[in-house]
């Protein structure tokens, strides 16, 4: 790279940001201020998507056994619904993240709403369980991850000082669907049968329709804002906009980002493989031990989601601290070990209060362990690239999605009892927390190096000379 190109591609890249922010509105993150009130409502609609994308999984446990029992399938066929959605919800991610490119953040997401509610009002329609592998599987999986991606990616193009906070509040949506999906459910499914729950379901389901209106990028709203007259807008240049493949689908991420990999590798094993399927064999297993009624059980998925929105603010009262030891990969290796270790010791709980006692726990540190997944990809590969490294990293977690629920489901109708499924869940959590805790030095300081090197040094300076040229003149 030449220090013409270098110095060309700062230019404009200075043009770019003081036209998305404006001669009267400096970078938020130059300033101290994130983006004001419009900023935060940005973050309460993410709150919401991911309220539906998240919590439906966790409200879903409630509507398992009753499934089974409809159609008098085994456990792991039934678990086939959750692993379909989950795999197709983050296997699409990639088209996801184009579509945010070519069509922008807010006709993606409506787009997603629109499907995901199609594929609830079909459910109403289902004569076999493969009938709700292509409804709930599908169409539902293929809508929401038209809707995951973007409610993530938004936040840090908004909020960056206290990205820390604002992501809490986004990802706490998870827990919030939880608390207010399962028992929603559970009573949808008392009054109408669960095909008249999915019925009602599918209108509360496209509210998210409405959530999208909001996902516009700041370069969107500063457009259409009152103090840029007609004239200034033609007078700033648009940025470039390119078709090359590897741009819209920002392939390079991985090669720039190495500890990147090692934050995906450890979701996958973690959470994908070790918590996903989590959720929809508490129930049963309560059921199988005699614990509780179907009401009483219901409540076990409100307990996950409450603590799992506290899990969620969790890392931010550390991250926020200066000087604190604490970084979000070390914090995401201790919340996936302390996640694992509950899961396995969850067989001690045989009574309503040991088991409740356990639900809190997983739903804390699965909370805590979401919440530092988005914080360490922040981190590695800055907020600008947050909805494309999503985006790619969806994929590989899709393969633990798909794998985690089914195998725990077997394991089940092989042993006939949940505890080994539960420790199967635990042994992958465990696994994923030791790997991060262990290959996290090593990996960050490679990365280190590797930023380091004399020509990228040589790069830097060319950067910073042209930079002091640039404002000279």
């Known amino acids: 790279m030449s220090r013409l190109s270098v110095r060309r591609n700062y230019q404009s890249s200075e043009t770019y940001n003081r036209d998305m922010n404006g001669a009267d509105d400096p970078d938020p993150s130059q300033n101290g201020k994130d983006g004001g009130w419009y900023a935060w409502l940005v973050v309460a609609a993410s709150h919401v998507c991911l309220m539906f994308v998240f919590g439906l999984f966790q409200a879903f446990g409630a509507m398992f056994a009753t499934i ?125 049968g669960w095909k008249g729950a999915f019925i009602v379901f599918s209108a509360v389901n496209a509210q998210m329709c409405v959530c999208a209106t909001l996902f516009r990028t700041p370069d969107q709203r500063l457009k259409q804002s009152s103090h840029y007259s007609r004239d200034n807008t033609k007078e700033r240049p648009e940025p470039p906009k390119s078709n090359c493949l590897s741009e819209i689908f920002d392939i390079n991420v991985f090669r720039d980002h190495p500890k990147f990999i090692l934050v995906i590798a450890v979701f996958t094993l973690g959470c994908s493989v070790g918590f996903n399927g989590l959720p929809s064999h508490i129930i049963p297993r309560a059921e199988d031990l005699g614990i509780g009624d179907d009401r009483s059980r219901a409540l076990f998925m409100s307990m996950l989601g409450t603590c799992s929105t506290i899990g969620r603010f969790a890392p931010a009262a550390v991250l926020l601290r200066r000087g604190t030891i604490f970084t979000g990969s070390r914090l995401l290796g201790l919340s996936s070990l302390c996640l694992g270790l509950t899961s396995l010791f969850s067989s001690l709980a045989r009574t309503y209060a040991k088991q409740a006692i356990s639900v809190c726990f997983q739903g804390f540190f699965s909370g805590a362990f979401m919440s530092l997944m988005t914080n360490c990809t922040q981190e590695t590969v800055g907020g600008d690239r947050m909805t494309s490294a999503i985006s790619k990293s969806t994929p590989f977690i899709a393969i633990g999605v798909l794998t985690g629920p089914v195998l725990a489901g077997y394991i089940y109708d092989v042993t006939g009892d949940y505890d080994y499924s539960f420790y199967f869940y635990g042994t992958s959590s465990v696994l994923a927390g030791i790997l991060m805790l262990l290959l996290d030095p090593f990996v960050t300081r490679c990365e280190k190096n590797c930023r380091t090197t004399p020509k990228e040094k040589d790069i830097e300076l060319d950067v910073r000379y042209s930079g002091l040229e640039h404002v000279e003149n």
């Open 68 to 192: 089974q029992r409809y159609y008098g399938e085994t456990s792991a066929k039934t678990s086939w619904i959750v692993a379909i959605m989950m795999f197709c919800e983050f296997g699409l991610g990639p088209i996801s993240g184009s579509l945010c490119k070519r069509i922008g953040y807010r006709k993606t997401v409506m787009i997603g709403a629109l499907l995901s509610t199609s594929g609830f009002l079909l459910t109403c329609l289902a004569t076999s369980i493969e009938f709700l592998y292509l409804t709930l599987g599908f169409v539902v999986g293929a809508g929401y991850s038209l809707i995951f991606s973007p409610s993530l990616g938004i936040v840090p193009l908004y909020v960056r000082k206290k990205y820390a906070l604002a992501n809490a509040v986004s990802m706490s949506g998870s827990g919030t669907g939880g608390f207010i999906l399962s028992p929603l459910l559970q009573a949808l499914t008392a009054h109408y």
